[in-house]
């Protein structure tokens, strides 16, 4: 039997060495390789982990400001017909900054973007070529783009992808509000607005209520993260700060009277061919304003325009706070208030009274102490009472008047009543910046020329309206004291300052301060100021047909160059109605109207032509509005005391 083939075992055991050497050599290079990456990992997840967050955050995500809405102003309805819902004069709307990321757009197709979005869209292409090379995840390139505008560049940008083949989230939007003006021009100077540079780095309001009450109004931004994941849809993903949005101003304002006050004062500065005028309605029980008018009007939508062009950029001043003028024949009222004010003081000193309302005062001497002029009225008079005084505007009887209360109480009881009692020369509290606080001249005070502000003839310049400055709301402050039962009142714009958690701020009663005359004083110079709209007075145009209305003209020189000057005025009136129950005090200011006569009119530029015309354009549309009857619907109610006054006044001056 044959024996088996010989079988060298060596050689199995020597393969089986080998293939162990290779086992062995691929487990610990497997093994290494493990450790590597462990190693690597435990690098990356713990020992550098806040480095590569920090990368991997800035790859991802962005954190983006979570807008918040400033506050919005609203009107308040002084009808009492109308709903008494708050009416919004400004508000936020959504807007949308147009960014892009260059990170993914390639460099080749940097000049085309630039491109199509300069020749598209009306971008700058020097700024996007620029943008575009920024090492950054996101760079704005447009700002406040409404939504038709937004759609637009989608729907173009979806085209460009598909021809370059780029991200499709190389481009995105960032929602955020701008302001808007539903009534555009309506109380622009008190609103003003609030604006932003070019890259919406830095926003700032430019005057009016949007700057005195920015604080309230700003609210506070929050904070969003965005996605930026490649195969995912940028969104928003998480607020990690929620916007607080900011306080909203219930004004005092009707839109509707504020409405009618601008296109009457609009009418009044064409017709008399002026550089600008202003107007100021106030209820004098409360010092609520109405309405507050200034033209030329300010767009506030339209801010660009106006402060790149310095002729426009005068419209944008609040006349009505910002201005301060010589008040002239208006502060006539205040002067023969005054001269009452010291005979109650005489009386409480035993004294003998210093004049009497119904007296005949000869108003034939024109001298006064330290004036090398005389002073003189437009029509030469004999005799007149204090009503007629009114009527007539006679600068020599207020200039008497005071006369006598120097004599009597001297210079600093005078000076006195105008500033502690009337408030001249400080500003009148009215919730707006850059209010002028006026000028009254201060006894011993020298002006930097070395000349005394107060001097001998001071006191008579002061009584007709000269030598001192006020805004509109200072003198209406003072003239509604007449026609209210001889309380100053606080001037106010504002109601309340609230937001959703509440209210803020809201006025519980009005700041009033009762002046020391009696009622039966007060009430003649409100009777007296009746009969300057009448016939024979100084402002007849200023009368509203089917009520009581009363009031005072006036007409100043303007200083130039330190001189005055006789073809350039501010012509003004100040006014009431209707007598009983009065609702509104109104001032009606017409800046420089033209120096000429017209032919059955007389001279344009007095107050009680151009001015009163105003007040009785307003009034006879806003009294019904208020829901005030006709108190004179005949117009004859005051026809016997006319006819009286008249009859009274020619036996005292037919010579």
């Not at 892009?100 to 630039?114: C, N, Q, S, T």
């Not at 809201?506 to 110079?525: C, M, Q, V, Y």
């Amino acid at each position: 039997m044959p024996s088996a083939p010989y079988h060298d075992r060596s050689k199995d055991s020597g393969l089986e060495k080998k293939d162990y050497f290779r086992l062995n050599t691929l487990a610990f290079g497997v093994f290494f390789l493990f450790s590597s990456l462990t190693l690597a990992f435990y690098k990356v997840q713990i020992t550098e982990f806040e480095k590569w967050s920090k990368i991997a955050k800035t790859q991802h995500k962005m954190a983006v400001e979570e807008p918040c809405r400033r506050g919005v102003f609203f009107g308040t309805s002084h009808c009492p017909t109308n709903p008494k819902q708050p009416i919004p004069l400004v508000m936020d709307i959504y807007r949308y900054h147009l960014h892009v990321d260059p990170f993914l757009i390639p460099k080749e197709h940097h000049l085309k973007l630039a491109r199509e979005l300069s020749k598209r869209f009306d971008f700058n292409y020097q700024i996007v070529k620029e943008e575009l090379k920024k090492k950054s995840r996101s760079r704005q390139l447009g700002s406040f783009l409404n939504q038709k505008e937004k759609e637009n560049i989608e729907f173009w940008f979806k085209e460009f992808v598909q021809a370059t083949k780029i991200s499709k989230k190389a481009i995105f939007f960032i929602k955020d509000y701008k302001r808007h003006y539903p009534y555009h021009e309506l109380l622009g100077q008190v609103l003003h607005t609030y604006r932003y540079d070019s890259k919406r780095s830095m926003g700032y309001p430019t005057g009016g209520l949007e700057l005195f009450f920015d604080p309230v109004l700003r609210g506070e931004k929050g904070k969003k993260i965005l996605l930026r994941s490649q195969r995912q849809k940028m969104d928003l993903d998480e607020v990690i700060e929620p916007a607080k949005d900011g306080h909203n101003i219930y004004l005092t304002i009707d839109p509707v009277i504020q409405a009618i006050a601008e296109t009457e004062i609009e009418a009044g500065v064409l017709s008399a061919k002026a550089k600008g005028g202003s107007v100021v309605i106030m209820d004098p029980k409360t010092g609520d304003i109405m309405a507050m008018a200034s033209y030329p009007f300010f767009d506030p939508g339209r801010v660009e325009e106006y402060y790149n062009d310095p002729e426009k950029m005068e419209a944008t001043r609040l006349r009505a706070v910002q201005d301060a003028f010589e008040p002239g024949s208006i502060m006539k009222p205040i002067s023969a208030l005054v001269a009452l004010l010291a005979n109650q003081e005489l009386i409480d000193q035993n004294r003998a009274p210093i004049f009497s309302p119904i007296e005949m005062m000869d108003v034939t001497n024109t001298t006064f102490p330290g004036r090398q002029k005389p002073i003189k009225d437009v029509r030469q008079h004999h005799f007149l009472n204090m009503r007629l005084a009114l009527q007539k505007s006679s600068n020599v009887y207020v200039a008497r008047l005071i006369d006598r209360v120097i004599k009597n109480l001297g210079e600093k009881w005078y000076r006195k009543q105008l500033s502690d009692l009337f408030l001249f020369g400080k500003k009148s509290g009215v919730e707006l910046p850059s209010e002028h606080v006026g000028m009254l001249p201060e006894i011993g005070k020298k002006y930097q020329s070395g000349l005394l502000e107060w001097s001998v003839p001071t006191p008579y310049s002061l009584s007709m309206g000269y030598n001192l400055q006020c805004n509109q709301v200072q003198i209406l402050r003072a003239f509604a004291s007449i026609v209210n039962g001889g309380f100053l009142i606080r001037p106010t714009i504002i109601q309340k300052i609230a937001n959703q958690e509440g209210i803020f701020f809201e006025r519980n009663g009005r700041e009033t301060k009762k002046l020391p005359i009696n009622s039966f004083d007060l009430e003649e110079i409100k009777k007296a100021l009746l009969f300057t709209t009448q016939k024979g007075g100084t402002a007849a145009l200023g009368r509203i047909s089917g009520y009581t209305e009363g009031g005072k003209s006036g007409t100043t020189e303007k200083l130039v160059n330190g001189v005055y000057c006789p073809t350039k005025h501010y012509a003004s009136f100040i006014g009431f109605a209707p007598y009983q129950n009065t609702r509104f005090v109104m001032i009606v200011g017409i800046d420089e109207p033209q120096y000429q006569i017209i032919p059955g009119f007389g001279f344009n530029h007095y107050g009680g032509k151009c001015s009163a015309k105003v007040f009785s354009r307003i009034g006879r549309k806003i009294l019904p509005y208020l829901g005030v009857k006709p108190d004179d619907p005949t117009d004859s109610i005051l026809n016997d005391e006319v006819s009286r006054l008249c009859e009274l006044y020619d036996a005292w001056n037919s010579r």
